[in-house]
C-alpha cells in the first residue's frame, strides 16, 4: 500500500439501508420534495449559506451527492432564515446529523471587502443578492440546529470552519479567537475536502455509534478533556523552539526523514544500538510521527503572546503532511480541542467517482429565472483536479485542500466535457476553463514516494523548485489536445491562474497553451515586482515571469495571433514598503500596464501571511523572540496608499500619493517626465490647496523635476532573476 493511501476505499462501504429509495433528480429542499420521493425523513440534512446548485464545482451539491452514493437520504436547506429555529425544521428531524458549511466562501469574506466595508452582492446568491446569510454562519447556523432538535449531532465543515480548527487570528475583530468548534458548540469538525472523514463519520453514526466514540477520524478535529488514549504527546516547543530554534530536518537525508533525535528517543528507539546490530528480518519500525501529538500553546497563551501565536502558526503548517502529520492538542480553558492528522487525498478512481455522481448542472428549478452569478461563471469550466503545492502565504488553498495534488482521470474529464455540451442550457461551444486552484499542476506529484509521504515543506516550488518535483507537462498537453478533439467543441480556454515558473519548466506546455487555449488574454500572477514582498508570500522572482512572458510572445508570434498578458497584484502585502510600491508602480508604468481591479492585502483565517500580519514576525522562518521586524502596512489610510499608488493612473490617488512621495524625498517623481509617476498640480487644485494654505501641511513646496534618470534603463531587457531597476 502506497504511503499515502487510505486504509479504505471511498465506495468500498456497504450502502446504508435506504439505497432503495435510489437517486433523487435534486436533493430534497422541501417537505414536498420529500413525500414526492416516498420519504417519511432525512437521514442527513445539510444546511448552506449557498443557493443549492445541483453542480460538481458546489461543495454542498458534491457532499450531498456522495452521501446519497452511500445509500443516505440527503436533504437540504439552502440560505435558510437565521433568525429563528423554524426554517432548521422544514425538512424534519435528521435521523442522523446534521452538515452545517457556510458554503462556498467564508461568510465574512464574502460579506465583507478587505476594508471591512459591507458588500451588497452576493454571487452564490440568486439574483446577486446580498444578506442572505449571517456573519459568522458556522456559528448561527449550528445555534438554530442546536435549538431545532438538540439531541441531533451537528457536523460543521466547509472552508470556514476549516480554516478556524485552531485558535486563529480574526481580521474583522482584530483579535485571536478560540477553535470555531467551541465558539459554535458542534460536535465534530471536518477540515479540508470532506468525502472521506464525512463518510467515515456517517458510517459509524449510522450503525449506532456516538460523537464520543468518533474521536479519531482523520481530517477531524473534537473537543476534548484530555489527548486520545494511547497516543503519546510531545510539546511544540521541543519541535520549533522560541527562541534559538532547532532547523527542520532534511526530508530526504535518511530513512527516517524528518525527525529528530528526541522523537527517536521518546519513541523507544536507541539509534547508536539499531546501528550496531547485525541485519536481520524484523518487522517495520513505527515511525516516530504515528500515534503523537503536539501539543500546542493554550488558546489563553496565543491570543496575548504574538511569539506564541507565530510558533503555533509555524507548527500547524508543518503537521499538514498527511504522510507524516502528527495529531495537534490544543487547550482552551478546562477542555482541548483535538485535531487529528489531516485525510489521505482522494485517489483518482475516487475523483472520478465524485465528479461522476448524477449532477444536474443547475441550479435548483425553485430559482426560477433568477440569475446566480457564480454558476454563471462556472457552468462551462471543468474542475480536473485539487490541491496546491505552491504554498502561496497569502493564499488558505494549501491549508484547506492540502499540497498533495489529486487528479482525476482523461477519460473523466472528457465525460464530463461531453455532459456540459449536451445539459447546459445555452452552451456554445466553449469550455471557459480546464483547471483548478493552478491550471497546470495536473498530474503534477513528487517523484519519490519516500520524500512525498514525509516532507514538512511549506511549498514545492519556493524558493526553488524542489528535485523531487515532476514537472513534465505531458498529461496536461495530451488532456488538452483530447479535449479539443470532442465533437461540438469550438474552443478550450484556461482561465485558472499559470504558474508560470513550472509553465517555463516545459516550453512544450508554454506552447500548446499560447497556441489553442487563450482568448485573448492570459491570467497569471506575479503578485509584486520587489524582493521584499515576494519573499514574505513566497512567490518567485520577476526573472521567471520576464522568462514566461518571452516564451507567451514568442508563440503568439509564431501562432499568428496578438495576445495579452494581464498579471495580478496585491497591494498591502505584508512585508511591503511603502517605497515597495512605489518600484511596483514605476514597473507598471514602464511596461504600460494601467490596472483597474486592485485587490489589497485580506487577511484570511490561518493564512501565513495573515500571521505575518497579525505578529509583525516571520513566521516563515524560525521564531527569535522579537527579532526580525516586519514592515506590515495596517491602518486604513497606509492601506488607501498602497492601492492607490498602484493604480498610479487613477487622479482620484494623486493627491495622497504626491504626499508619500514628497515625504519619502522623491517629490522628482512628480512631473509630465515619462519617468514620472504622477503629474503636478494643476491649476484649480493648485488654487484650491493655496486657499487652504499650501500644497501640503509640513511638506516641501511643489518644485519642477525633470524625471527619475535612475530608471531610464527600464525599457531594457533585465537578466533572468533580476528584480528591475529601483527607485532607491
Not at 422541501?30 to 458546489?58: K, N, Q
Not at 448524477?358 to 462551462?380: C, L
Request: proline letters at 6%; aromatic letters at 8%; a positive charge.
Amino acid at each position: 500500500m502506497a504511503a499515502l493511501t487510505a486504509e479504505r476505499g471511498l465506495f468500498s462501504y456497504p450502502k446504508y439501508w435506504a439505497e432503495c429509495y435510489g437517486t433523487a433528480d435534486f436533493l430534497p429542499t422541501t417537505r414536498a420534495e420529500m413525500d414526492a420521493l416516498g420519504w417519511d425523513s432525512c437521514d442527513i440534512i445539510i444546511i448552506s449559506g449557498d443557493a443549492y446548485v445541483d453542480h460538481p464545482s458546489f461543495g454542498m451539491a458534491v457532499i450531498g451527492r456522495v452521501l446519497e452514493s452511500q445509500g443516505f437520504r440527503v436533504g437540504i436547506i439552502a440560505q435558510p432564515d437565521w433568525n429563528s429555529k423554524d426554517a432548521f425544521m422544514s425538512l424534519g428531524k435528521p435521523n442522523l446529523f446534521y452538515g452545517v458549511s457556510a458554503g462556498n466562501m467564508d461568510s465574512m469574506i464574502n460579506r465583507y471587502t478587505a476594508e471591512k466595508r459591507m458588500r451588497h452582492d452576493d454571487a452564490y446568491t440568486p439574483g446577486n443578492v446580498g444578506g442572505k446569510r449571517p456573519d459568522r454562519a458556522v456559528l448561527v447556523y449550528t445555534q438554530r440546529c442546536k435549538e431545532a432538535y438538540k439531541d441531533v449531532p451537528v457536523v460543521i465543515g466547509g472552508i470556514e470552519a476549516s480554516l478556524r480548527r485552531i485558535a486563529h487570528y480574526d481580521y474583522w475583530s482584530e483579535k485571536v479567537r478560540r477553535s470555531i468548534i467551541f465558539d459554535a458548540k458542534a460536535d465534530i469538525l471536518i477540515y479540508g475536502n470532506a468525502e472521506r472523514p464525512l463518510v467515515e463519520v456517517a458510517h459509524r453514526i449510522a450503525a449506532g455509534e456516538t460523537i464520543a466514540d468518533i474521536q479519531d477520524v482523520r481530517g477531524t478535529a473534537v473537543i476534548r478533556k484530555e489527548p486520545l488514549p494511547g497516543w503519546r504527546g510531545a510539546d511544540s516547543t521541543a519541535i520549533d523552539k522560541i527562541g534559538k530554534i532547532d532547523p527542520i530536518p532534511n526530508p530526504y537525508g535518511a530513512d527516517d526523514v524528518g525527525c529528530s533525535k528526541s522523537e527517536f528517543k521518546q519513541a523507544g528507539i536507541d539509534l547508536q544500538a539499531e546501528a550496531a546490530k547485525p541485519i536481520v528480518v524484523q518487522p517495520a519500525r513505527p515511525k516516530p510521527w504515528e500515534k503523537t501529538y503536539v501539543k500546542l500553546p493554550a488558546f489563553e497563551q496565543v491570543s496575548v503572546n504574538k511569539p506564541l501565536y507565530a510558533h503555533a502558526s509555524r507548527i500547524l503548517h508543518q503537521e499538514t503532511n498527511p504522510g507524516c502529520a502528527r495529531a495537534l492538542f490544543q487547550r482552551h480553558g478546562d477542555r482541548s480541542v483535538w485535531v487529528n492528522p489531516p485525510a489521505f487525498p482522494l485517489e483518482t478512481q475516487e475523483m472520478d467517482g465524485v465528479f461522476g455522481l448524477p449532477y444536474q448542472r443547475v441550479p435548483h428549478p425553485s430559482y426560477g429565472d433568477a440569475k446566480i452569478p457564480a454558476y454563471d461563471m462556472i457552468k462551462t469550466s471543468v474542475n480536473i483536479m485539487r490541491g496546491c503545492f505552491g504554498g502561496c502565504s497569502f493564499c488558505s488553498i494549501t491549508e484547506h485542500e492540502g499540497r498533495i495534488i489529486q487528479s482525476r482521470s482523461h477519460e473523466s474529464i472528457i465525460n464530463e466535457i461531453e455532459q456540459i455540451r449536451d445539459k447546459v442550457p445555452g452552451f456554445t461551444g466553449v469550455i471557459s476553463d480546464l483547471g483548478g486552484p493552478t491550471a497546470n499542476m495536473y498530474k503534477l506529484r513528487c517523484k519519490s514516494e519516500k520524500a512525498e509521504s514525509t516532507c514538512r515543506r511549506l511549498s514545492c516550488v519556493y524558493p526553488d523548485i524542489c528535485n523531487h518535483m515532476d514537472t513534465d507537462h505531458t498529461p496536461t498537453i495530451d488532456l488538452y489536445r483530447k479535449a479539443r478533439d470532442v465533437k461540438g467543441i469550438k474552443k478550450i480556454l484556461i482561465a485558472s491562474g499559470v504558474r508560470y515558473d513550472l509553465a517555463v519548466q516545459d516550453p512544450r506546455y508554454v506552447k500548446e497553451l499560447v497556441t489553442h487555449h487563450v482568448g485573448g488574454y492570459l491570467k497569471i500572477a506575479p503578485e509584486h515586482t520587489e524582493d521584499g514582498p515576494l519573499s514574505k508570500m513566497m512567490k518567485p522572482g520577476m526573472g521567471a515571469y520576464d522568462e514566461f512572458k518571452a516564451l507567451f510572445d514568442k508563440y503568439s508570434k509564431e501562432a499568428g495571433k496578438k495576445q495579452y498578458l494581464i498579471p495580478y497584484f496585491i497591494s498591502a502585502h505584508p512585508g511591503t514598503t511603502d517605497l515597495d510600491m512605489v518600484n511596483m508602480a514605476l514597473w507598471l508604468k514602464s511596461n504600460d500596464f494601467k490596472l483597474d481591479q486592485v485587490q489589497n492585502f485580506y487577511p484570511s483565517p490561518m493564512a501565513n501571511a495573515t500571521t505575518i500580519y497579525h505578529t509583525e514576525m516571520n513566521s516563515l522562518r524560525n521564531i527569535k523572540n522579537n527579532t526580525d521586524v516586519v514592515a506590515v502596512p495596517k491602518g486604513a489610510r497606509q492601506r488607501r496608499l498602497h492601492k492607490a499608488i498602484l493604480r498610479y493612473h487613477d487622479p482620484a490617488g494623486w493627491p495622497m500619493i504626491r504626499d508619500a512621495l514628497r515625504a519619502m524625498g522623491m517629490a522628482k517623481l512628480i512631473g509630465k517626465g515619462p519617468n514620472c509617476l504622477v503629474p503636478e498640480e494643476g491649476r484649480d487644485e493648485l488654487k484650491t490647496l493655496a486657499k487652504k494654505g499650501g500644497v501640503s501641511k509640513g511638506k516641501p513646496a511643489l518644485t519642477r523635476h525633470t524625471g527619475f534618470s535612475q530608471f531610464k534603463k527600464a525599457n531594457t531587457k533585465p537578466r533572468v532573476g533580476d528584480n528591475r531597476q529601483r527607485a532607491k
